[in-house]
C-alpha cells in the first residue's frame, strides 16, 4: 500500500514545485538515510553482544513464516548485481520522469541504498515492511544466517527454486528501481510520515500461513437412502396379485402364470412398476424427460429379487429391433450367475431375445462367439442379456473385439455389498467405464443386494460361507450349521437358504458352551427371536463321529468327481 502511493504521488507534484522542491527533496532524502544508518549501527551495537542464537531468533521474525531462505539471499545478491541493470532503467523510460528522479536514483546508489532490495522487501508478499533500508541490510543478514540453517536441510528445495529466485530478482531489481526513484520523487510525504513517527523496525507478519481449521464434512446421505421406501418383509401377508400391477405385457404376464406365479412379492411390486414406468414410452426416460432413475434394492434373502429385475428388463427389451447388448448383470460368483441365467432364460424364451453366460465355465474362444460375430460388415452382436462374473467380463471388455456395451441399458450389480467386499470395485469401475462410453446417455443401473451353493449331494447341501449366499435351491427345508457363524450376516445367508419365498424353514446351528453366550447376544441385536435351545451331551455325538468322517470321505469324493465334470465341459 505505501509503495502504491509513493508512486502515485510521482513525478506531477514535483514538477509543479520546480527545484524548490527538489532540493527538499533532496535534504529529507539525507536526513532519511542518516537516520537509517544511525539505526543500524545501533542494532548492529545491539546485536554483537547477543551471538548467534540471538541473530536467528530475530530472523526468524524477519523472515515470513516458512520463510524463503534462497530467496532471501539471492535478493541480496541480486541487489548489488542489479542495482545498475538496465531493465529497471528501462522502465524508468516507459513514463515521464521529473529532473529529480534521475539525481535520486544516482543519490541512492552512491549511499549503498539498495532501490531492488528496498521494493523487494516492501513487496514481499508475506510482510508488510514499513522499515528502512538500513533494516533491509540487518534483515538481509538475518535472513541468511536462517538461510544457511534451513539449506542444510533443504537443499534440493533451494535448487528448486533458485531458477524461481532468479527471475524474482530479475523483476524485483527492475521494479526496485523504479521504487527508488518513486521513493525520491515523494521525499515530503516519505518525510514527514519519518518524523511524526519513527519507522517501525519490527515486522507484521500477515499469516498467510497460519493453519486454517479444517472444515469437518459433515455426513451426508442421499434423499434415496435416508428415505428408503420400505417394503414389507413379511411375504405371505403381502402379496399382490401379477395383474394389478400396472403396465405389465400380456406375454409376460402369460409367462409368470405358466411358471405358476400368480402374485408378486413386496419387493417386486415396487421394482417392477418403478422401471417399466421409465420405459414406458418406449425409451428408457425418467420423470421429466431426465435420466431415468438408479435404483438399489436391499431385501431379505429368498425375498424375490431375481424376478424384480428381471420382468421389467425381459419386458423393455421385448420391441427391440436390432441385437446389442442391453443388459449386463454382474455377479459374484459362477453359480449366481447360472442361477440368474437361467431365470431369464425362462422368461426370454419364445421372445427371440438372447442371453449370455460368460464366467469362465467355458473357454474363451468359445465364450467369445457366444457374444460377437464377425460380418463382412463388421461385428455384431449375439447377445441382448449377458449375465457374467467380474473377472471374465472385463477379459471380454479389453480382449473381445466388437464387444460393445455402448447401448446398454440395465446394469445391475447383484450382490453389490459382496462386489465390494471381495474387492471387485476395479472390475466395476471397468464395467462402468465401458458403458457409459459417450455414446451411451440413456443408461440406467440398479444395485441389487442378495444374500452362493457349493457341492450338492444327493439331498444334502453342504456349503461354506464362500458359497453360501444368494443361491436358491427349492425346498431346501433344514439348513445345519456345524460351527457358530462370527457374523450376524454370516448367519443370515446360511440359513437363507431355507424359508424362501415365504416358506418356512428351520436352520440349526451347532454352537459350543464356550461360544453361547455370543451367538444369542448376536441374534438377539439383530431382532432375531424365537429360538429354541437344544442342549446336546457330548456322549451322545461320539456315536456320530464315525458317521461323520464317513461323510466328510464321501463329500471329498463327490467334489473330485464334480471338479472332474467341470473340467470336461470346459474342455468341450
Ligand atoms: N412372485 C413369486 N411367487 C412365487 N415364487 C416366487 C416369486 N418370486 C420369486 N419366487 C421364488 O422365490 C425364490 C427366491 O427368489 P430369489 O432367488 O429371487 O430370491 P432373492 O431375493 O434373490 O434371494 P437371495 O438374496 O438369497 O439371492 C425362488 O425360488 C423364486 O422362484
Redesign the pocket.
Known sequence: MALFCIGRYGGEEEQEEGPEAQERARVLLQRLQQQARARQLRKQKEEQPKGGEGELCSAGVGLSPGGEPGRGKKKRKSVTEEQPCAPGQKRLKKRPRSPSEGRAGAEGSADGSTPSEKKGKRRNPKVLREGTEADSEADIKQHENRSNLKNKSSKKKKRGKETEGVETREEESSEGAEGNQSAKEEPSLAASEEEAKPPPSSLMILGDYDRKPVQKVQPFLPHWLAQPKLVQKCIKDNLFPIRDVPGLHPRLLKKLQVN??????P??AEVIPAILQSASNGYLLGQGGYRPRDICVS??????????FVIPIVQVLLDRVVCQVRALVVLPTKE?AQ?VSK?FNVYTDGTGLKVVLITGQKSFAKEQEMLVHKKVTGYCSLADIVVATPGRLTDHISQTPGFNLTQLRFLIIDEADRMIDDMHQNCLNQIVKAAFRVENDSGSSMLFQ??KPGPITAATLISTDATA????I?AVNYVINYDAPQFIRTYI?RV?RTA??GKVGVAFSLVLRIQERRFLRMLKDAGIQDIKKHPVKGNSLKPLVQRYEEALCNLEKTIKVMEMGKEIANHD
Request: glycine letters at 16%; aromatic letters at 6%.
Open positions: 405358476g406365479i400368480e402374485s408378486f412379492f419387493v417386486q431385501a431379505p434373502t429368498g425375498s424375490g429379487k431375481t424376478l424384480a449366481l442361477q431365470v442378495r444374500t449366499r444368494g443361491i436358491d427349492k445367508h437363507g424362501r419365498a
